[in-house]
């Protein structure tokens, strides 16, 4: 597992401010974005047809994954799992939930990308900031990626999402394991609106501006938990998620 969570220490920005006070303590500010691309070794290490075989990985060195997930063929009971899988017609509907509906799989074409399948057996935290052992430690939300899954899009494709369908992603936000705030996305619209709404392509949930429109800044979290909540048992309670990001600030 430790091999396998230092491949995965992936940082696709950081942006670092790094000082001194006058207790002589340092304090480091960063914005960490992971894109979970993977190279064709991991892939082929890794995964199994497409998908992630681990039940976590890890983000960062203050960041871990936490998934009930063990591969789609040995056990997986729900949660997030990465998949490489890129949309095809010749997908099976079983394999369509764990592919999202764009063509290039990944946000422009990145090679891995992060699906939440819910199920009734879930994870109670699906991000973990290991924030202990500083001075003092904050989080704040930034923004992800976030999309539709191919199985869906399938369902739009085919005429079966009728009026009063929806879809919304929910993003709990902990602190000691109480939910201290949330903010929610629509990826499917039919019940608010008098014309379908839908994401078809990669689409920037920016969770700080979210917030501000609340007049709300959703701050000092140390886990992260997604819901989601839809309509009828045709539509696959999934989404897929890529390019996560948070701003960390630590004092040490």
């Known amino acids: 597992m430790k091999k396998l969570r230092g ?5 696709a920005a950081l942006a670092a401010m790094v000082s001194c006070n006058k207790e002589g303590r340092s304090s480091a500010s960063m914005t960490l974005t992971t894109p979970f691309d993977l190279t064709e070794y991991e892939i082929k290490e890794y995964c199994v047809d497409g998908l992630l075989v681990s039940p976590s990985f890890c983000w960062d060195e203050v960041c871990d994954y936490k998934s009930l997930a063990d591969g789609m063929n040995s056990g997986y009971h729900g949660g997030f799992v990465l998949s490489t899988l890129v949309a095809t017609s010749a997908a099976s509907d079983d394999v369509a939930k764990f592919t999202s509906c764009t063509t290039t799989g990944g946000v422009l074409g990145s090679s891995g990308y992060m699906v939440y399948n819910q199920t009734s057996t879930m994870p109670t935290k699906d991000i973990e900031y290991l924030l202990s052992g500083f001075h003092s430690a904050s989080t704040e ?3 992800c990626a976030i999309t ?7 369902l739009k494709d085919n005429n079966l999402i009728v009026k009063g369908d929806y879809l919304k992603v929910v993003a709990e936000f902990l602190k000691g394991g109480t939910v201290v705030d949330k903010l929610e996305k629509y990826l499917i619209d039919f019940a608010t609106v008098t014309e379908l709404k839908m994401t078809e392509d ?4 920016d969770m700080s501006k979210d917030a501000e429109n609340q007049n709300k800044k959703i701050t000092g979290f140390d886990a992260v938990k997604f819901k989601v909540e839809c309509s009828g048992e045709h539509i696959s309670p999934a989404f897929c998620v890529d390019n996560y990001s948070v701003y ?5």
Do not use: A
Request: charged letters at 15%; proline letters at 0%.
């Open 248 to 252: 960390l600030s630590v004092e040490y």
């Open 148 to 154: 539709n899954n191919l199985y869906n899009k399938r």
């Open 202 to 205: 990669w689409d920037i949930w």
């Open 141 to 143: 939300v930034v923004s």
């Open 7 to 11: 491949l995965f220490i992936v940082l």
